[in-house]
């Protein structure tokens, strides 16, 4: 049996079980459940945006049979990347790939086996397995283009012809801005700090919120405002087609609140319910 193993180090989530579960049952507290179908999440460690990451995804419903996490990273012009291994290594246990879905997505898009470490997929394994320590998990990498809408469109299709209760996590984090980046349009400091927050974040989170897909695409893309955005657009086009109207936002910060500097990234959590 092939498995995927873990690659982040602990700077990224806690090594041990016990850390994890502790960290989680503290952050658990302030959940609050909206019966949702999918999520937009942001990627970074779990320092900075762990807990926004973990109370979004605990706004989803609670019976889950597949969990399909979207990650990114890709040129536009990219195919979807796909794990393929059987298992997913978590601190304390293991994640199953749903093999079936994994061979649906393959017969349907043009596809490239995922070899590659991704944060914004392994940073969510952990959080899924505390919410659903049963479901089944696949990771696919989505590039910023329409693409993304139609596996969102797929994947809700077989929703409903394979009669189980899927869940779909978009993971992206917002701008990443300054030097770090090479990304300063504002400059430094405050100025720059109110520029993100207030208006390249904002503008992109209000498309997520209203749902226009095509919008957020040719913001993220043209502004420079998500590095994942294909993952997100895949998640709003399934929640579109599931009947749902509007995002809830659940939370946003940037990690120059937790840790000023010259270089910073915006996270936001959505949920469609």
């Known amino acids: 049996m ?3 193993k873990r690659a982040l180090n602990a700077g990224w989530y ?19 459940r909206l019966d ?5 999440v942001p990627h970074a460690g779990w320092y900075y945006s762990g807990r926004l990451a973990f109370l979004t995804l605990g706004a989803l419903q609670k019976s889950i049979d597949t969990m399909v996490i979207l990650g990114g990273h890709l040129p536009a012009e990219g195919s979807l990347l796909i794990v393929e291994e059987d298992e997913f290594e978590v601190p304390g246990g293991f994640l199953k790939n749903d093999l079936d879905l994994v061979e ?3 017969k349907n898009f043009r596809v490239s086996e995922d070899w590659d470490v991704d944060n914004g997929v392994e940073v969510q394994l952990p959080l899924v397995r505390y919410f659903w320590r049963d479901a089944k998990i696949v990771s696919i990498r989505v590039p910023p283009s329409n693409l993304s809408l139609d596996l969102g469109e797929m994947l809700y299709q077989w929703s409903l012809s394979s009669g189980k209760t899927i869940g ?7 701008t990443h801005y300054g030097p770090n980046y090479r990304f300063s349009p504002r400059g430094t400091g405050k100025d720059a700090v109110e520029w993100v927050e207030r208006h390249n974040d904002a503008e992109l989170i209000q498309f997520l919120l209203k749902m226009h897909a095509e919008e ?3 913001h993220a893309q043209t502004h420079r405002s998500a590095c994942s955005i294909g993952a997100a657009a895949a998640a709003l086009s399934f929640a579109r087609l599931a009947g749902v109207t509007k995002g809830v936002l659940t ?3 940037t990690s120059y609140r937790i840790q000023p500097g010259a270089s910073f990234v915006g996270y936001a959590g959505v949920v469609y319910a």
């Open 2 to 4: 092939s498995v995927r």
């Open 14 to 32: 806690p090594r041990t079980p016990e850390e994890v579960k502790k960290t989680l049952d503290e952050w658990s507290t302030d959940l609050s």
């Open 36 to 40: 949702g179908c999918a999520a937009i």
């Open 104 to 106: 649906k997505i393959k």
């Open 168 to 174: 779909i996590t978009g993971s992206t984090d917002l």
């Open 216 to 218: 957020a695409l040719n």
């Open 251 to 253: 939370g946003y910060l």
